[in-house]
């Protein structure tokens, strides 16, 4: 199988499938993976189960990137399919890029034996293995005792050099707040009043095209964007699947909490209004980026992950900042007095998926030197930061800083295909450098971090006492040993009851809570919502992870020891 044709594969039935299958990669998938061209650079295949853009073939930094490590990686990313279709349809035909990350595709991979167990190596690469405490590598074990994945993010070398809210918020543009004079707003009704009244002062933008007042993404598994606020309103942190009360360690049901049932019926009430936008429940995720790109919608729910980068270069190209298009984060709940934690501090393991080498990889001693070099400090500052004097200077004390040209040019979309190279799904620090004087991040550099953001977002945080985005929501730890229990959830399958329950329960959601939204009459949409739910037996799943919790802990106790 040839490289255009393993691309081809993963995206049967994609609209586009055509585009990416003229991707030429020079090698075939399989037998032949980690050829060397005739420059004696190795050559590794990845596959990534989530969208993402790909580089040019003669990318700058790549290039770089290879002569120090002997290697380079074509990627190909996730389109036209969810995570879970398109390792199926790898796992089908039998034959595996060198790396995958399967993201929700993962246990499939695992199940299907189509991955390496690690084990063997870990100790032979410094960087892999000081990557992780021994506790965090002996978490990542499954259920044959072998480690065959290794989380790329969440951590921090050195101390957290944190700047932004990574994580989900109640989001909103600055020209809102700015407008009603940087009001405090910390719950739900506050919140949409403030966008209701702004939408009725100002329905549109200067140039006349209409504000969409909220918008709401639920696209495939991104309909986190919709159905899991009730978990935050109610002053919990981000556990994802379920809530963990961090007095009794028990396992609560957010889907049918008081709090689930007022928050839909105000999405029910928006959306009456006109507030929400009505194609919230029919747009893909690239027409929900495009439409924030607009700088047309006041406010919505997301990661910050899952929206920046794209938008906030977008807008700045657009020239929209001097608008205030730019977002911030609120610290929502659900009524005065329930302390926000949509933010928590440290960093955390995502036991659930990572980048895997797969059993089609001719050269696994290759594939992990390629892992272990990408974290040298060298080789991070050239994915982070880029090459020195070109997309970032130094200044007489060693600090790293951009110039507002550099900031303009790296937020460029044929700039950074063609020279910038972040390697951005391979295991990556944030916190600081091995230098001890600068973040391994751009984004976390306190000056560059300041100086590069837009003037009307300088002048919010300014305006609420914040010197960064998290001091707007607020700073939390972590709470407790189980956190975040999202990543044992999404290893369950249909092997067990409560994985069962839990495939039906997102299925469910998906399909009534935008019914729910919509419905003429809110407490018949919610009782025939509540009706099918039940159906489904959420006991099951709720007794599964429970004892997860409680292992945690158990573990967690026993380390302290």
């Not at 390629?370 to 200044?395: A, C, H, P, T």
Request: hydrophobic share 35%.
């Amino acid at each position: 199988m040839k490289r255009k044709q393993f691309t081809a594969l993963l995206l049967v039935g994609a609209v586009i499938m055509s585009t990416l299958s003229g991707c030429s990669m020079g090698a075939s998938s399989k037998g032949k993976n980690a050829a060397k061209n005739d420059g004696g650079i190795k050559e590794f295949t990845y596959f990534v189960a989530v969208p993402g853009n790909e580089i040019n073939d003669d990318n700058e930094i790549q290039q770089k990137i290879a002569e120090i490590t002997g290697a380079k990686v074509k990627e190909t990313w996730l389109t036209g399919q969810t995570a879970k279709e398109a390792v199926g349809t790898l796992i089908a035909g039998g034959e595996y890029p060198d790396f995958i990350c399967g993201s929700e595709g993962s246990s499939q991979l695992y199940e299907a034996g189509a991955l390496v167990a690690l084990d063997d190596y870990i100790d032979k690469y410094p960087n892999i293995k000081n990557f992780f405490t021994k506790t965090e590598w002996e978490s990542l074990r499954q259920a044959d005792g072998h480690i065959y994945w290794i989380p790329q993010f969440n951590n921090s070398y050195g101390k957290e050099m944190e700047t932004t809210h990574n994580d989900e918020a109640f989001w909103i543009q600055t020209r809102v707040l700015k407008w009603a004079g940087y009001p405090k707003v910390t719950t739900m009704d506050q919140y949409f009043d403030l966008i209701e009244r702004y939408q009725e002062a100002n329905p549109t933008m200067p140039n006349g095209t209409k504000n969409i007042p909220y918008t709401i993404l639920c696209d495939d598994w991104r309909y986190f964007c919709l159905e899991n606020a009730p978990l935050f309103l109610d002053g919990y942190a981000n556990d994802g699947s379920c809530i963990v009360d961090p007095e009794t360690k028990k396992v609560i049901d957010y889907n049918t909490t008081p709090t689930a049932k007022v928050y839909f019926n105000k999405l029910n009430q928006e959306f009456k209004k006109g507030i929400v936008d009505p194609e919230s429940f029919t747009q893909k995720y690239d027409e929900y980026i495009a439409k924030l790109s607009t700088g047309r919608v006041l406010g919505m729910i997301d990661q910050w992950w899952d929206f920046y980068n794209t938008v906030n270069d977008a807008l700045k190209q657009q020239g929209l900042e001097d608008l205030g298009c730019n977002y911030v984060p609120l610290p929502i709940t659900i009524k005065e007095g329930v302390q926000s934690r949509w933010h928590t501090s440290g960093d955390t393991v995502n036991v659930g998926s990572g980048i895997s080498i797969t059993k089609d990889c001719k050269d696994v001693e290759g594939a992990l030197k390629f892992i272990n070099d990408l974290l040298s400090q060298e080789v991070i500052n050239l994915r982070n930061w880029g090459i020195k004097d070109v997309d970032y200077m130094v200044d007489k004390d060693g600090l790293f800083y951009r110039t507002p040209e550099i900031r303009m040019q790296v937020t460029n979309t044929g700039y950074k295909a063609s020279h910038m190279c972040t390697y951005s799904y391979f295991p990556i620090y944030s916190g600081m450098s091995q230098d001890n004087l600068n973040a391994n991040k751009p984004e976390q550099q306190p000056n560059e971090f300041l100086s590069s953001l837009p003037k009307n977002v300088q002048e919010c945080l300014e305006a609420y006492n914040s010197k960064n985005y998290i001091d707007m929501v607020g700073r939390n730890e972590i709470p407790g040993p189980w956190y975040p229990i999202y990543t044992f959830v999404g290893t369950m399958t249909t092997a067990t009851p409560g994985g069962t329950t839990w495939i039906k329960m997102r299925e469910i959601k998906q399909e009534y809570l935008p019914k729910v939204v919509m419905a003429p009459d809110f407490e018949e949409g919610w009782k025939e919502y509540m009706k099918v739910y039940e159906t489904c037996n959420p006991k099951a799943f709720l007794d599964e992870v429970q004892p997860e919790v409680d292992r945690r802990i158990e573990l967690s106790e026993k380390a302290a020891q």
